[in-house]
């Protein structure tokens, strides 16, 4: 591995790369048999999650800040129109070529060996990086069929994957929303809504209707774009998001940070906020609030007291046992705990459960000792 040419590649003095490493802010790992470098945190304008496999770049997604008070934001907006985006319900991925081959990449900057082999299997995405291999696809992984976010979407089916942007791997360039769009139509790829483009001055009002509707629909915010890219991008999700995320954080109160808690809590004062809600509708907020924090406490807290571990499960279909072995060994690098259980006779169908031992073992101790 020539730390020079990546340091050129990633316009990273070589002292800092090399001074990043010894402190672990970069982290060395074996993928394909040989050496990959990937960035746990920044470092230097380089982003965290960038991997470099051997002398192949990726830069890693940028951070999107999140609109709290989405007038406030819009009014310092820098660009004159606002392209709005469907956020969807799952998990970032990057997808490139390596070696010659697409690679699916988390947020982390770790190879998931299940999405690339789905990934794998469509074509167009093949097509596109072997044609265009400068770029690297950002998009969302969805669907019902995978072991990270599972949230139903008609469209995606068992497993799908929208993309929301096309960079250069290197430089972390994005392409304008229109050079997307022309990309995306020209070789069949499935890009995630593009719900309007608005003068910035009429944007909020326009947002908040977009997310209000999509919010019945059971679906969980948007994105804020400049058309040409330029301005940082907003996120903006609604109150049923919000909600939904302290549900499933306080079934597992020991094993989620109190910054993850406390953010959600605050998102849903500014939403109360912004929605000029009434002291009725206020209090059925402070209601539902207080519901999506202490039901699913007092049920983990029940299913610990009937001796069972908590965990999230997920169903999963692989195409041989080669590929499940090489997810169930990635999730063991990640330190992730997981119990397995068939689901039809050749082993290629399983109930995959993540296991929540701090929670797990928290709530076990308290009810043992009442401290």
Known sequence: MNLGIISEKLRLPEWRLRGAIKRHSVQVLRYFGREVLVFRKDVAGVERGTVVFGEEV??????????????????????????????LNGYNVRVALVAGEPVAVTRGGHVCPYTTARLAEQDAIGSFLKEHPEYMLCGEAVGTSNP???HEYAEAGAFGFFIFDIRHRE??????????????????????????????????????????????????????????????????????????????????????????????????????????????????????????????????IRRVERGEVLGECYELEFRSEEEM?????????????????VLDGEGRRVMLKKLRHASTDRIRAVLRNGT
């Open 171 to 300: 430089s972390n360039r994005p392409l304008t929303i229109s050079e997307k769009h022309k990309l995306l139509e020209e070789y069949g790829l499935h890009g995630v809504p593009l719900l309007g483009v608005y003068r910035r001055e009429e944007a909020a009002e326009q947002v908040l209707e977009l997310v209000r509707k999509l919010e019945k629909e059971g679906r969980e915010g948007v994105v804020l774009k400049d058309p040409e890219m330029v301005e940082e991008p907003l996120k903006y999700t609604p109150s049923a998001t919000n909600l939904s995320d302290l549900r499933h954080a306080f079934a597992y109160p020991y094993d989620y940070g109190r910054d993850f808690l406390f953010s959600r809590i605050m998102r849903e004062a500014y939403v109360a906020v912004e929605r000029k809600l009434s002291a009725k509708e206020l209090e059925r907020a402070a209601s539902e609030l207080g519901r999506s924090i202490l039901l699913p406490m007092v049920e983990s």
């Open 325 to 341: 072995l090489q997810l169930l060994e990635f999730l063991r690098r990640q330190g992730v705990s997981v119990q397995v259980e």
């Open 58 to 87: 990726l830069r890693g997604y940028p951070k999107i800040k999140r609109a709290l008070l989405l007038r406030a934001a819009l009014a310092s907006w820098g660009a004159e129109q606002v392209a709005v985006e469907e956020k």
């Open 148 to 150: 990270y976010v599972v």
